[in-house]
């Protein structure tokens, strides 16, 4: 039996609190691509930043402006963008919101 989560558990499971309106600019978007995959894409320069700083090292390959990552990752990145003040803007099977 394979269920499909609910917008709730997507919401929970990406580390989301209270969703703000939708009309308020992100600097993420997080996209379901599929059960196991999301795609974090940068949308601001701000993200784009803070994205090669925490991303990009010597030894580590820098990302481009969109990434693929399990549920688990996209948890743990949406959490350190937010205690950056980064928005996301989520994007489910049931639509969209912003966090």
Do not use: Y
Not at 8 to 31: K, W, Y
Not at 34 to 43: G, H, K, P, Y
Not at 47 to 74: F, H, K, N, Y
């Amino acid at each position: 039996m394979n269920a499909s989560p609910t917008r709730t558990d997507e919401a929970l499971l990406a580390g989301a609190g209270c969703a703000l309106p939708q009309h308020q600019d992100c600097d993420f978007r997080l996209v379901r691509i599929t059960q196991d995959e999301w795609q974090i894409v940068a949308l601001s320069d701000p993200a784009r930043a803070w994205i090669r700083e925490e991303l990009c090292t010597p030894l580590r390959q820098c990302v481009g402006d969109a990434i693929v990552v399990d549920i688990v990752s996209a948890n743990i990145f949406v959490k350190a963008a937010h205690d950056q003040g980064l928005r996301t803007e989520f994007v489910g099977i049931a639509g969209k919101d912003v966090l």
